[in-house]
């Protein structure tokens, strides 16, 4: 069963404004029907695991030229 935008910024613990941006993030796998914004579960799950992969790989970046 699809999350509706709501859900998502409950389930999220963010404001519904923060919410709204990301449903919009073309990397987000957000659909319409009608003019409702839907995620599916398992897709949202997947992303928010994407999301700290793409963080940790930032958070540590190699220094060029370095032996590491």
């Known amino acids: 069963m699809p999350f509706i ?11 519904r404004s923060t919410t709204y941006r990301i449903f919009h993030d073309a990397s987000f796998p957000a659909f319409h ?10 897709e949202l799950l997947d992303w928010l695991e994407r999301q ?5 790989q930032n958070e540590n970046p190699k220094i060029v030229g370095s032996d590491e």
């Open 5 to 15: 935008l709501k859900s998502v910024s409950f389930y999220l613990g963010i404001s």
């Open 33 to 42: 029907i009608g003019n409702r914004l839907l995620v599916r579960r398992d």
């Open 52 to 56: 700290k992969v793409n963080k940790a």
